[in-house]
Every structure is written in structure tokens, then in C-alpha cells.
């Protein structure tokens, strides 16, 4: 992942600072998922908790790195859906339209993944 803003605002006004997961808070996270690992939508989730996780302090207020489910729920909720869309941004940016295609995305493989 390329390096990710120190802080980003959301359209209310929360201010939310960040941090880049090291490769320690990743094993973290794998272990905090459990059985979400075991499921279909493991990447989703973990997609999800890392933009979660990589929030380190809420209007000031510092964050500790979740131990449990339920603790990325809490600190997701804290969040809000307007700081949700604010990461997305930051995580996953909307693909300029002269950018090349990633691999993966071709349309044999969308067609796949439609059945």
C-alpha cells in the first residue's frame, strides 16, 4: 500500500488521524478476525477492519488497535459512515479514467465471477 495521509476530515467535520499497519498489526488483525477468515468474505472483512484499524486517534481522542470483533465494531461505530467514506477514499481511490486496467479486472475474469 502506498503511504496513506496522516489525517483525513470527514464531510462532518471529524477529524480522523491515521497510521499505517505494520506487518505486527496485520498478524493482529488475522488473529482478531478468527473465524471471518474462515468465511467467503474474508477479504471484505479484512479490507474493512484495516481501514478501521488504521485509525489512530478521533477528533484527538487516541485509538487503541482493536483486540476483538466487537472492539472493531465499537471503534467502526465511533467512526461513522461519514468517516467509512472518507477512508474509502483514502484506501481505495476512484480509478482515473486514463489509468490502465489491473490485472485481474479483465472482462474474462468478470465473467467469472458472475457465475
Do not use: H
Request: glycine share 8%.
Amino acid at each position: 500500500m502506498s503511504a496513506i495521509p496522516k489525517e483525513v476530515t470527514t464531510a462532518s467535520g471529524k477529524k480522523l488521524e491515521l497510521r499505517e499497519l505494520d506487518p505486527g498489526d496485520m498478524l493482529d488483525l488475522i488473529e482478531v478476525a478468527g473465524s471471518a477468515m474462515q468465511s467467503a468474505s474474508a477479504g471484505a472483512w479484512m479490507g474493512y477492519a484495516q481501514m478501521i484499524c488504521s485509525v489512530d486517534a478521533i477528533d484527538g481522542v487516541p485509538v487503541e488497535m482493536p483486540a476483538t470483533k466487537e472492539q472493531v465494531k465499537q471503534v467502526a461505530r465511533r467512526i461513522g459512515n461519514d468517516g467509512i467514506v472518507a477512508l474509502q477514499a483514502v484506501f481505495y481511490p476512484p480509478k482515473k479514467p486514463d489509468a490502465p486496467e489491473q490485472p485481474g479486472t479483465s472482462g474474462v475474469d468478470m465473467e467469472t465471477a458472475k457465475n
